[in-house]
């Protein structure tokens, strides 16, 4: 395993989190909050963003047009059964969703949230150094290269490791600040 393919893999999974973060709710409207809602269209589970226009009129509103109204019906259903926490209210062409104002409570919730999304997040970049100090180590093993370049290796890849866990850590700085902020 090359460092730049662990560089690229501990990128993704900062990408990931990064993802992660933008589905937890901060009392203000946005349109990723609605990104893991799957909507049963013609039997088949289908992003909601495939479906719908999804804009934000105004902080604390999310406005969904349906490209076909047709779909009305099966988009309000998939909102009502997420884990969104919203209700939304159909006026027969477009779905709003109103953002209510979260509750100290539900903040704490939420940085809790995306701690544990931030810990998922440094679990996976470990795991990718894992894997690519054991392949070091068995290039080193077979002789492929001396103890020297292993030993520089491991610590190449331990500094990419703190890097990007240093990354998810102001990510998730960020997201606090974020959620608290009234």
Known sequence: MKLTEVEQSMQK?????????????????????????MVEYYGADTPLKSLAGISTPDA????????????LGS???????????????????????NIPPLTAERRQEFVKLAGKYAEEGKVSIRNVRRDAIDDVRKQ????????????????????????????????????????TTV
């Open 140 to 179: 080193e093993k077979n002789s492929d290269i001396s103890e020297d370049e292993s030993r520089s290796l491991q610590d190449d890849i331990q500094k990419l490791t703190d890097k990007y866990t240093d990354k998810i850590d102001k990510l998730l700085v960020e997201k606090e600040k974020d959620i």
């Open 60 to 71: 604390s509103t999310l406005m969904i047009q349906p490209y076909d109204k047709g779909s």
């Open 75 to 97: 988009i309000e259903k998939a909102i009502s059964m997420s884990d969104v926490g919203l209700t939304p209210n159909n006026d027969g062409n477009v779905i709003r969703l």
């Open 13 to 37: 999974a900062v990408e990931a989190t990064q993802r992660a973060f933008n589905t937890i709710r901060t009392g203000r409207a946005n349109a990723s909050l609605l990104d893991k809602v």
